[in-house]
């Protein structure tokens, strides 16, 4: 069983920046995809960003092309994003997700076995 535990969302003004973190017990990472989800009220959750178990393969929304970077440590066992330059219609839920390696697109949400309980992030204008 993998339980993850996101931090670092919060306030911050339309231009600034966060770092959001994904903490994962239970089990190593290493040979998990990951994934950066999120969720706005009365919106489709949707994959910001992912990256294969690898780290070979990334994912980005086009929406946050150029500002947003996914990393990940699996000897801590952490995956982070990165965000600049964020907007107002970022506000949102922000997820992270885990699954064992698989062939299937990164986008995916139902392929995630893993969630995080959700860090809420809040762009002011």
């Known amino acids: 069983q993998v339980q993850l535990v996101e931090s670092g969302g919060g306030l911050v003004q339309a231009g600034g920046s966060l770092r959001l973190s994904c903490a994962a017990s239970?089990?190593?990472?290493?040979?998990?995809?990951l994934g950066w989800f999120r969720q706005a009220p009365g919106k489709e959750r949707e994959c910001v960003a992912a990256?294969?178990?690898?780290?070979?393969?990334?994912y980005y929304a086009d929406s946050v092309k150029g500002r947003f970077t996914i990393s990940r440590d699996s000897a801590k066992n952490t995956v982070n994003l990165q965000m600049n330059s964020l907007k107002p219609e970022e506000t949102a839920v922000y997820y992270c997700?885990?699954?064992?390696?698989?062939?299937?697109?990164?986008?995916?949400?139902?392929?995630?076995?893993?969630w995080g309980q959700g860090t809420q992030v809040t762009v002011s204008s």
């Open positions: 990256i294969r178990w690898s780290g070979g393969t990334k």
């Open positions: 239970g089990r190593t990472f290493s040979s998990y995809d």
């Open positions: 997700a885990a699954r064992p390696y698989s062939s299937r697109w990164l986008t995916e949400a139902g392929s995630y076995d893993y």
